[in-house]
């Protein structure tokens, strides 16, 4: 199964992006991460990646969600991860990745917390 990726627009410069198959190393890494890069050249400042349909992830996946992150923090803009199965999560642990990278139970939990980051102060 290759990876595959599906990208939900939304309002306010955001979309769910939802990822289906094994997110390793490979030519269906790279046409994902054309996909994410083209999705953020497009001018998305928010993203959220439903892991759901992902078991498996490699350290090449894993790249590719820290590298997403650093360029979205660095244009000011937030990635937030949701729906991550209970391998990937360990991964997330394991790596204390899931230090620096927000990682929400359900889509719509990282909907709202999107939502209230960008709430006047």
């Known amino acids: 199964m290759l990876l595959e990726a599906r990208i939900e627009p939304l309002p306010d410069r955001t979309a769910v992006i939802a990822f289906s198959g094994p997110m390793t190393l490979g030519s269906s890494l790279k046409v994902v991460d054309a996909q994410v890069q083209s999705a953020l050249a497009d001018g998305l400042a928010c993203l959220i990646f439903d892991m759901s349909g992902v078991e498996y992830v490699d350290s090449a996946g894993l790249g590719l969600l820290v590298h ?35 990682v929400d139970a359900t889509r719509e939990e990282s909907l709202a917390a999107l939502k209230k980051s960008r709430a006047p102060v």
Do not use: E, S, Y
């Open 68 to 102: 997403t992150f650093g360029l979205l923090n660095g244009k000011g803009g937030a990635l937030r991860i949701c729906c991550v199965q209970p391998r990937l999560r360990a991964m997330l642990h394991t790596t204390k990745t899931d230090t620096i990278l927000a």
